[in-house]
């Protein structure tokens, strides 16, 4: 499709991906995995690309680092 007169392609996507509604697709999912859900297989494939898009990645990351560290901390 392509995108309307005066957006780019990129715009469009992010417009669409404003439009999901993250918190809904992630309430679905969790009535199917306690049961009182009433999700296809290709329904929760499509909950997951959709959260995919909104929702960022949490990779693990290394940090690398040259120097002095110098660790604080209060007793309670």
């Known amino acids: 499709m392509p995108a309307p ?3 780019s392609g990129r715009e469009q996507r992010g417009n669409h991906t404003a439009l999901i509604q993250t918190s809904k697709v992630i309430e679905r ?4 995995a306690l ?3 009433d999700m ?3 329904d ?3 909950a997951q690309i959709l959260l995919r ?3 960022p990645d949490l990779k693990v ?3 690398e680092h040259s120097g002095d560290v110098t660790l ?3 007793k309670p």
């Open 44 to 46: 929760v494939t499509a």
């Open 5 to 7: 007169k005066g957006q």
């Open 40 to 42: 296809e297989p290709l």
């Open 53 to 55: 898009k909104t929702l």
């Open 29 to 32: 999912l969790n009535k199917q």
């Open 35 to 37: 049961g009182d859900g």
């Open 72 to 74: 604080r901390w209060q």
């Open 61 to 63: 990351s290394e940090i």
